[in-house]
């Protein structure tokens, strides 16, 4: 079964910008529609976009668009979240997973957004 490893989280003032990494531990990753989802503290876990199997994003969630931008290299087994213009409520654990969150949930990734 594939594995995801996410990575790239931090601590960033409002205004920043990170960069998250997925990496899939099978080349069979290539195959699925992915997303990334995060969950904050209280909160249930949300879709926050998609990109379909040949790299075309296709869903943002309102609160992000226009500042998230979701990319995937199926060579490398990998998918990122380019995140600029972070705000507090962008706070949470970032997931990867298929768009449908059927495979195994990884670690996450902590992106807090703080002054």
């Known amino acids: 079964q594939v594995q995801f490893v996410e990575s790239g989280g931090g601590l960033v003032q409002p205004g920043g910008s990170l960069r998250l990494s997925c990496k899939a531990s099978?080349?069979?990753?290539?195959?699925?529609?992915m997303g990334w989802y995060r969950q904050a503290p209280g909160n249930e876990r949300e879709l926050v976009a998609t990109?379909?199997?040949?790299?075309?994003?296709?869903n943002y969630v309102d609160a992000v668009k226009g500042r998230f931008t979701i990319s995937r290299d199926n060579s490398k087994h990998m998918m990122s979240l380019h995140m600029n213009s972070l705000k507090p409520e962008d706070t949470a654990v970032y997931y990867c997973?298929?768009?449908?969150?059927?495979?195994?949930w990884g670690q996450g990734t902590q992106v807090t957004v703080s002054s």
């Open positions: 099978d080349g069979i990753f290539r195959l699925y529609i």
């Open positions: 990109i379909t199997t040949c790299g075309v994003p296709t």
């Open positions: 997973n298929t768009n449908l969150g059927l495979g195994p």
